[in-house]
């Protein structure tokens, strides 16, 4: 993990689970007085801020660039974004499909709240209240991570996996693919399911783009593509099943994959070219 130094930030509480006392409305401050922490260069905006005495990890997203000399950077004043932060609105959407998606007892990050802050971000050219994201994670490594995540924890992780199968990346597709199962028949499209948003402990992150009946689209014409843009999910899918093998040695055995895959109601169409 690289070490960034942070500065506490004016805040108020914008959405919080009952249960959680403890905030850090933290923002990377070279000229700060405390320390955050940056699991790997694949994390634009999300820190590790302290590790819990129950082994769970407290992240943050949005506390600023994990790269560059510069905590936030614009790409431009017309159309750009503010690299490094979190839009109030894209938080509080994370946080309440991330506690909806938890319900249905799919593994995901456990939401702690949101904090507004007394600043701006750009967003499509136009200024948003900035917002923090405050989470936990039994691991702050997600799968594509591989490289820069510390051997041991990586093999303690994995020896917490379930033993059903003789080879672990079956055991996360059954994992992956029942999540999947679970989202399309409640209607809720991920929108971003891929090797960055699921870690190593299998939890599915990262909720800002997703959909669900409570929180639909605002745009009726993404709203009437949802069908055919739920059925790409199952190849994302694949792929980090297909990635996990690969990064753990194993010769993916697809045979297996798809047996799954079948089981929990999904097809695989052949197309025949001529």
Same mark, same amino acid.
């Given at each position: 993990?690289?070490?960034?130094?942070?500065?506490?930030?004016?805040?108020?509480?914008?959405?919080?689970?009952?249960?959680?006392?403890?905030?850090?409305?933290?923002?990377?401050?070279?000229?700060?007085?405390?320390?955050?922490?940056?699991?790997?260069?694949?994390?634009?905006?999300?820190?590790?801020?302290?590790?819990?005495?129950?082994?769970?990890?407290?992240?943050?997203?949005?506390?600023?660039?994990?790269?560059?000399?510069?905590?936030?950077?614009?790409?431009?004043?017309?159309?750009?974004?503010?690299?490094?932060?979190?839009?109030?609105?894209?938080?509080?959407?994370?946080?309440?499909?991330?506690?909806?998606?938890?319900?249905?007892?799919?593994?995901?990050?456990?939401?702690?709240?949101?904090?507004?802050l007394?600043?701006?971000?750009?967003?499509?050219?136009?200024?948003?209240?900035?917002?923090?994201l405050?989470?936990s994670?039994?691991?702050?490594?997600?799968?594509?991570?591989?490289?820069f995540?510390?051997?041991? $924890? *990586?093999?303690?992780?994995? !020896?917490?996996?379930g +033993?059903?199968?003789?080879?672990?990346?079956? %055991?996360? #597709?059954?994992?992956?693919?029942?999540?999947?199962?679970?989202?399309?028949?409640?209607?809720?499209?991920?929108?971003?399911?891929?090797?960055?948003?699921?870690?190593?402990?299998?939890? $599915? *992150?990262?909720?800002?783009? !997703?959909?669900?009946d +409570?929180?639909?689209?605002?745009?009726?014409? %993404?709203? #009437?593509?949802?069908?055919?843009?739920?059925?790409?999910?199952?190849?994302?899918t694949?792929?980090?099943?297909?990635?996990?093998?690969?990064?753990?040695?194993?010769?993916?055995?697809?045979?297996?994959?798809?047996?799954?895959?079948?089981?929990?109601?999904?097809?695989?169409?052949?197309?025949?070219?001529?």
């Amino acid at each position: 993990m690289k070490d960034y130094k942070a500065t506490l930030v004016d805040y108020r509480i914008a959405c919080q689970q009952h249960n959680i006392n403890e905030v850090f409305p933290l923002v990377r401050d070279e000229k700060g007085e405390y320390t955050i922490y940056n699991v790997s260069p694949n994390h634009g905006r999300s820190f590790v801020i302290k590790k819990e005495n129950n082994e769970r990890w407290i992240v943050g997203k949005g506390n600023g660039l994990g790269f560059t000399t510069h905590p936030f950077v614009l790409t431009s004043s017309v159309s750009g974004e503010t690299w490094g932060g979190l839009c109030l609105s894209n938080a509080i959407r994370d946080y309440n499909i991330g506690n909806e998606i938890c319900e249905l007892g799919i593994k995901t990050n456990k939401m702690h709240c949101v904090l507004e802050l007394d600043r701006v971000v750009i967003k499509n050219g136009e200024e948003k209240p900035a917002a923090l994201l405050q989470y936990s994670v039994n691991c702050p490594y997600r799968i594509s991570d591989f490289a820069f995540m510390p051997n041991s $924890l *990586l093999k303690k992780t994995i !020896s917490e996996w379930g +033993n059903e199968y003789t080879k672990k990346h079956l %055991y996360a #597709a059954d994992v992956l693919v029942r999540n999947l199962c679970i989202l399309h028949d409640n209607n809720i499209m991920h929108n971003a399911i891929n090797i960055q948003n699921y870690t190593w402990a299998l939890e $599915l *992150l990262d909720f800002e783009a !997703s959909r669900t009946d +409570n929180c639909p689209y605002e745009n009726p014409e %993404y709203e #009437a593509h949802l069908p055919m843009l739920i059925e790409i999910e199952v190849i994302q899918t694949y792929e980090i099943i297909n990635y996990i093998a690969w990064c753990l040695s194993e010769n993916p055995n697809y045979k297996e994959i798809e047996a799954i895959f079948k089981n929990y109601g999904f097809r695989l169409q052949e197309l025949k070219l001529y």
